[in-house]
């Protein structure tokens, strides 16, 4: 099947630094990727929808100007945690689906823990 | 937003035993997809089935559908220690978007 990575698969950083978070679609080419952040113990939350190419869109309550997410080819996208805060602390995992009503597919997920 | 309900929350069974969870959700579909999740780790498709489908099988997996109560349900047969794990209902709604269900623990005692 269809393979998707993340890294880093695990984070530690310092409050008010950035973090960047790779997602990568390894034998396929991905028109949109997705990114979802998870609490524990809890269901996914779609965050933004990335399309390559253009500007991502964000789900309400979703901060664009926080979480920035850049699509820039078919095999890439980047979600940065800006200024990070504990709160930001959480599980984030990436999909990446080849066009409009095909599956997605998962990354395996990166835990960011903001100290 | 989250449209999927899943219960029971838990669920503790022997080995060899059936497991079988429900979703219910609120707007129309173009599909229903149920997920396994290992603690801390991604999520593996397990079987998608479409919006116009009754019922599906894979392997020990059964899922069925009911558009007209807006529910779904995940039967696993005869049940692993392996098998233990989250699992989560995702709805593909007409945007083509993903909304998951809040998941159900399963815990398979040997």
């Known amino acids: 099947g269809a393979v998707v990575s993340q890294h880093p698969s695990r984070v530690i950083c310092k409050s008010g630094t950035s973090v960047k978070i790779e997602c990568r679609s390894l034998d396929f080419q991905a028109t949109t990727m997705f990114w979802y952040r998870q609490f524990p113990k809890k269901s996914l939350m779609l965050m933004a929808t990335s399309n390559e190419g253009s500007k991502a869109t964000y789900e309400q309550g979703v901060e664009k100007d926080k979480f920035l997410i850049n699509h820039a080819s078919l095999t890439l996208s980047t979600l940065t945690v800006t200024s990070a805060h504990p709160e930001d602390s959480s599980f984030y995992i990436c999909?990446?689906?080849?066009?409009?009503?095909?599956?997605?597919?998962f990354g395996p997920g990166t835990r960011l823990t903001v100290t | 937003s989250q449209q999927g309900e899943e219960d029971p929350q838990a669920l503790s069974i022997q080995e060899g035993e059936n497991a079988t969870m429900n979703c219910s959700y609120k707007t129309s579909i173009n599909n229903l997809q149920w997920y396994r999740q290992n603690s801390g780790r991604g999520l593996v498709h397990l079987i998608l089935i479409r919006s116009n489908e009754r019922e599906k099988h894979s392997g020990r997996l059964r899922v069925t559908l009911d558009t007209s109560k807006k529910s779904s349900s995940l039967l696993i047969t005869a049940s692993r220690a392996a098998d233990t794990a989250s699992y989560f209902c995702a709805t593909e709604r007409n945007d083509y978007k993903l909304s998951f269900g809040a998941g159900t623990t399963v815990t398979v005692r040997a």
């Open positions: 999909s990446a689906r080849v066009y409009r009503g095909s599956e997605q597919y």
